[in-house]
Nanobody, 121 residues
């Protein structure tokens, strides 16, 4: 059974940093592209970043230069380092896995339960 578990969310002041982790119980983790998304109340799920099997990365314009995605295949874990956080970054953050190069959430087949990030201004 595939399971993705996010951790590292919490309350942080504007300008601060958080590091999210996504631990995957998944066979052949290194064969998946890992992505991070977020969803704020009343809004659609938003793509943030993905990292391919060879660690090529892609970012949404809204987070480029502030967020960094990475992975450790030995630990079956993906990370999202978030710096210079803003109040508008407040949302539930999700990790997801896919075998496609995609920013559309519909392309992702495995999802975590989400972790809340709240940025106070």
């Amino acid at each position: 059974q595939v399971q993705l578990v996010e951790s590292g969310g919490g309350l942080v002041q504007a300008g601060g940093s958080l590091r999210l982790s996504c631990e995957a119980s998944i066979r052949r983790f290194n064969s998946y592209i890992m992505g991070w998304f977020r969803q704020a109340p009343g809004k659609e799920r938003e793509f943030l970043a993905f990292i391919t099997q060879s660690s090529t990365t892609n970012y949404a314009d809204s987070v480029k230069g502030r967020f960094t995605i990475s992975r450790d295949n030995a630990k079956n874990t993906a990370y999202l380092q978030m710096n210079s956080l803003k109040a508008e970054d407040t949302a539930v953050y999700y990790c997801a896995a896919t075998r496609l190069v995609a920013t559309n959430p519909a392309a992702y087949i495995h999802w975590g339960q989400g972790t809340q990030v709240t940025v106070s201004s």
